[in-house]
C-alpha cells in the first residue's frame, strides 16, 4: 500500500473514530481536547514550521544556485521570488478564509 492510501485509510479512520467517540462518549470530547489533542496538535504545528519553511527555502535557494547561466540568475530570481510570495499569500487567504467561514473559536 503507499503512502497515499495510507494517509486516506488513516483520514478514515480518524474521522470514524471521532464520530463513534462523540456518539457513545461526548462527555469525554472536552476534557480528551484540552488536555491531550490541543497541545498534540500545538506541538505538532510547531515542528511543521520549524522543519518545513526553512526546507522550503533552502531548497529554492539550491535550485537558483544550480543556475549554470549567471546571466539568467537576475531572471530566475525575480521568477523564484514572485512565485514564493505568491503561493505564500494563497496559503495565507486561504487559511484565514477558512479560519473566517469555519470559526472554530465560536464553539460551544
Same mark, same amino acid.
Given at each position: ?17 471521532? +464520530? ?27 515542528? #511543521? ?20 547561466? +549567471?546571466?539568467? #540568475?537576475?531572471?530566475?530570481? #525575480? ?11 494563497? +496559503? ?17
Amino acid at each position: 500500500m503507499n503512502l497515499s492510501n495510507l494517509i486516506l485509510v488513516a483520514l478514515g479512520a480518524g474521522i470514524v473514530f471521532g +464520530a463513534m467517540l462523540n456518539g457513545f462518549f461526548p462527555a469525554l470530547i472536552l476534557p480528551l481536547d484540552d488536555y491531550i489533542l490541543t497541545p498534540v496538535g500545538q506541538v505538532f504545528l510547531r515542528l #511543521i514550521q520549524f522543519v518545513v519553511v526553512p526546507i522550503v527555502f533552502s531548497s529554492l535557494i539550491l535550485g537558483l544556485t544550480r543556475v549554470q547561466n +549567471a546571466a539568467r #540568475i537576475g531572471r530566475y530570481l #525575480i521568477r523564484l521570488m514572485t512565485g514564493y510570495l505568491l503561493t505564500s499569500t494563497l +496559503a495565507l487567504l486561504i487559511g484565514m478564509a477558512t479560519a473566517l467561514l469555519l470559526n472554530p473559536h465560536s464553539a460551544p
